[in-house]
């Protein structure tokens, strides 16, 4: 009877109150039926912390002992837990009660479905999960819709990318890298539904790890796509911008550029902010269908919200710029693509060329111009550009070429800019980089390196240590930093040497006690210029700052890609890495070789004569190897010079030139032969200037090598002193 009040009790005790701590019960009565202690022991076990009322109630229909029963047979031993448990730990215990009940739901069921069916491309198997479910009756969330809305609408388009498949270059288009193309036929939905089979070939072709899909599942994907987008709207499901951007991409699919664009105005009603990729179909559809007024409306649109095209976006715009022929707009582009992007890829690059190349190129541009103004645009904007508008007129000339290593295009002799990077900018920018350390390094660490660099600095240059130690073979070798250390040193100003910065692990252990490697470590020392940072810490922190904070070079062959420097943004960070990051390698003998700042800054540059140079993205060693459009005015003659060597892309271009400079020469020189009276002194007569010009022009030609209708007219223009205009 004992036992028997205990547990009534301790019963009732646990319908008083949720807050109490939970006692564990230990149960054993051989009058019970095994499925009776079963339950009871699932109650102790399984479900401590779900709602008293409904643990009341199974506790209600545990059978009660009988009289007749001995003591024995009806033992109940009651264990009360400690009194330190809080009713917290009770809270965890249901929610992951909970969770593990959910995760039986056909819901999760049918997500764990969806995603798989995301990570194969499979968009007929997610159509047919689908169909099932709605049969079901199982309720849909924004998470289904969203994988089913990705897989119809990258159908829809023709192209499906298998999740975490991995990808190329990022592209406007949907078909990135594929030499074929598809046709974005106008599709129309109507009431009639298209039969495909659910077990139909989705990989047609499989191509760079995409798979483009037949025309069939095309318009089957297209239908179904906003059938589901419509469903998710009747069950009032909240839409998120992937699902929004699905829907564009389907709308991008039939050529409806206007539907595209509403879905990302819909995103500002709905308190979505939308992303770079959510323009993307209504950008593609409008620039390829030659809207070039809408295009730039959604150009205009991202700049309000934020968002910033980048070269595949700016890439569509100067091409649908260069379709209508708009000079400004393409004006625009360029310099888009020179603040933003720097480098261009070859695609862009070939763009730029069929540009200048374009009659509507050669016809625009001013024929006079204050050059003080130039001057002074070009100043105010830090060097490499004005801005002020295409100058001069006639004829393009372009060609891939290079620049030396004294920072002077191979083919027209221009030495190209170092463009100045801001105080003011580079000042903020060093105080976010020590922001950001503090942020993330432990306690004082950060504090105690920038004290140690005041009272020690200025430096000439830092020495990313761990990545020049670690060159080559992955080992780390103390004497490469001191090859390194020492080789920079007699490059520097003052001979000073440089900072060096390495994790202390790095100068700890029985191989950095060696004699050796010891000596290295005391020779630092006492030069004030190794400083080792602290456990735990980053050390990229370290030497990034102490080179903004001395505007030193810095030495080390680190991409600075990762995420650590992506928190450095897109603006500032490559202009300052470029003029100030120094790569290195070995020689066969062991002695460093650097890959110095480049002697320009590799960027999109308009100089004040209205010339424009481009660079061209690749993966280089040596900057010097880069290839750059040079492209100038065909009248202006082309000095092909360099102080190391010549590029071997200028040739034909130096012979074709020198041939005109001779022929024009020689023109001249006629005209001097048959008015020997100094050019000076005579101001000539209309009707001279006539003559001289028709004799040029009706001399006969007597071989392409020598002569041409160009030369002939740049002669002309140079004795008339004048600038022919004509189309050919």
């Given at each position: 009877?004992?036992?028997?009040?205990?547990?009534?009790?301790?019963?009732?005790?646990?319908?008083?109150s949720l807050t109490f701590p939970n006692p564990v019960f230990e149960v054993v009565s051989k009058s019970c039926p095994l499925t009776k202690t079963l339950a009871f022991h699932l109650i102790r076990r399984k479900q401590t912390a779900i709602q008293y009322s409904s643990l009341n109630s199974q506790l209600e229909t545990f059978p009660k002992p009988t009289p007749s029963a001995s003591f024995s047979e009806r033992r109940v031993f009651l264990k009360p837990k400690s009194t330190s448990s809080s009713?917290?730990?009770?809270?965890?215990?249901?929610?992951?009660?909970?969770?593990?009940?959910?995760?039986?739901?056909?819901?999760?069921?049918?997500?764990?479905?969806?995603?798989?069916?995301?990570?194969?491309?499979?968009?007929?198997?997610?159509?047919?999960?689908?169909?099932?479910?709605?049969?079901?009756?199982?309720?849909?969330?924004?998470?289904?819709?969203?994988?089913?809305?990705?897989?119809?609408?990258?159908?829809a388009v023709g192209v499906v990318r298998p999740a975490k498949s991995g990808s190329g270059a990022r592209t406007l288009n949907a078909l990135v890298s594929s030499n074929e193309?598809?046709?974005?036929?106008?599709?129309?939905?109507?009431d009639r539904y298209f039969e495909v089979d659910a077990n139909a070939d989705l990989n047609s072709t499989h191509k760079d790890g995409i798979l483009l899909v037949s025309e069939d599942v095309k318009r089957y994907a297209l239908q179904r796509g906003f059938e589901v987008y419509e469903n998710m709207r009747v069950d009032k499901v909240p839409m998120n911008e992937a699902a929004l951007t699905a829907v564009a991409r389907m709308a991008m699919s039939m050529g409806d550029g206007d539907?595209?664009?509403?879905?990302?105005?819909?995103?500002?009603?709905?308190?979505?902010?939308?992303?770079?990729?959510?323009?993307?179909?209504?950008?593609?559809?409008?620039?390829?269908?030659?809207?070039?007024?809408?295009?730039?409306?959604?150009?205009?649109?991202?700049?309000?919200?934020?968002?910033?095209?980048?070269?595949?976006?700016?890439?569509?715009?100067?091409?649908?710029?260069?379709?209508?022929?708009?000079?400004?707009?393409?004006?625009?582009?360029?310099?888009?693509?020179?603040s933003s992007v720097r480098k261009v890829l070859p695609t862009t690059a070939s763009l730029i060329v069929d540009w200048f190349k374009s009659k509507q190129a050669s016809r625009i541009g001013?024929?006079?111009w204050d050059k003080r103004l130039i001057m002074e645009a070009t100043e105010n904007n830090g060097g490499g550009w004005h801005g002020q508008g295409w100058l001069g007129k006639g004829k393009w000339n372009?060609?891939?070429?290079?620049?030396?290593?004294?920072?002077?295009?191979?083919?027209?002799?221009v030495h190209l800019t170092t463009i100045d990077l801001d105080p003011v900018e580079t000042e903020n920018f060093a105080k976010s980089v020590a922001s950001l350390a503090m942020i993330r390094e432990k306690g004082s660490n950060f504090q105690r390196f920038q004290k140690w660099l005041d009272y020690y600095g200025p430096f000439e240059a830092v020495v990313d240590a761990a990545n020049v130690g670690l060159f080559g073979q992955g080992r780390f070798m103390p004497h490469k930093i001191n090859a390194v250390a020492n080789e920079i040193r007699q490059r520097l100003p003052l001979k000073k040497f440089p900072l060096i910065i390495l994790h202390?692990?790095?100068?700890?252990?029985?191989?950095?006690?060696?004699?050796?490697?010891?000596?290295?470590?005391?020779?630092?020392?006492?030069?004030?210029?190794?400083?080792?940072?602290?456990?735990?810490?980053?050390?990229?922190?370290?030497?990034?700052?102490?080179?903004?904070?001395?505007?030193?070079?810095?030495?080390?062959?680190?991409?600075?890609?990762?995420?650590?420097?992506?928190l450095l943004g897109n603006d500032f960070f490559p202009k300052w890495k470029e003029r100030h990051q120094v790569r290195f390698s070995f020689s066969d003998t062991g002695s460093p070789v650097f890959h110095m700042p480049p002697p320009c800054s590799v960027v999109i540059q308009e100089s004040e004569e209205g010339h424009w140079h481009v660079p061209i993205e690749a993966e280089l060693n040596d900057e010097s190897e880069r290839r750059w459009l040079c492209i100038t005015r065909a009248k202006l003659d082309?000095?092909?010079?360099?102080?190391?060597?010549?590029?071997?892309?200028?040739?034909?271009?130096?012979?074709?030139?020198?041939?005109?400079?001779?022929?024009?020469?020689?023109?001249?020189?006629?005209?001097?032969?048959?008015?020997?009276?100094?050019?000076?002194?005579?101001?000539?007569?209309?009707?001279?200037?006539?003559?001289?010009?028709?004799?040029?022009?009706?001399a006969p030609v007597s071989s392409y090598n020598n002569n041409s209708i160009l030369s002939d007219i740049e002669a002309a223009e140079l004795i008339c002193g004048c600038t022919i205009d004509f189309q050919i």
């Open positions: 009877m004992a036992a028997i009040f205990s547990l009534n009790s301790h019963t009732l005790q646990l319908r008083r009713s917290y730990e009770v809270c965890e215990r249901v929610k992951k009660k909970k969770k593990k009940k959910s995760k039986d739901s056909p819901e999760v069921k049918l997500k764990n479905d969806f995603d798989m069916c995301s990570k194969r491309g499979d968009v007929m198997g997610a159509l047919s999960l689908y169909d099932s479910a709605i049969s079901e009756d199982v309720k849909l969330g924004q998470h289904h819709y969203t994988v089913l809305l990705y897989l119809c609408s990258s159908a193309g598809f046709t974005e036929s106008t599709y129309t939905t109507n539907m595209a664009f509403e879905m990302v105005r819909q995103m500002k009603d709905l308190g979505i902010s939308p992303k770079l990729r959510s323009y993307g179909p209504a950008l593609s559809t409008f620039c390829d269908n030659g809207e070039l007024d809408k295009a730039f409306a959604v150009e205009k649109h991202m700049l309000e919200h934020g968002v910033y095209p980048e070269e595949p976006e700016l890439e569509a715009l100067l091409r649908v710029s260069i379709g209508a022929g708009n000079s400004d707009k393409v004006y625009y582009v360029l310099h888009k693509l020179r001013k024929r006079k372009v060609v891939h070429t290079t620049i030396g290593k004294d920072g002077v295009c191979k083919c027209c002799g202390n692990k790095r100068i700890k252990g029985d191989k950095m006690d060696e004699p050796i490697n010891r000596a290295l470590i005391d020779k630092w020392n006492n030069a004030n210029a190794l400083y080792a940072t602290p456990s735990g810490s980053n050390d990229d922190w370290y030497w990034l700052y102490a080179a903004i904070k001395f505007k030193c070079l810095l030495v080390t062959n680190d991409e600075m890609r990762d995420h650590l420097f992506q082309m000095v092909c010079r360099d102080s190391s060597t010549t590029s071997k892309d200028s040739i034909p271009l130096q012979k074709a030139k020198c041939a005109r400079s001779a022929t024009r020469n020689a023109s001249a020189k006629e005209s001097q032969r048959h008015n020997p009276v100094n050019h000076k002194d005579k101001k000539e007569t209309p009707q001279d200037l006539y003559k001289n010009a028709k004799d040029i022009f009706i």
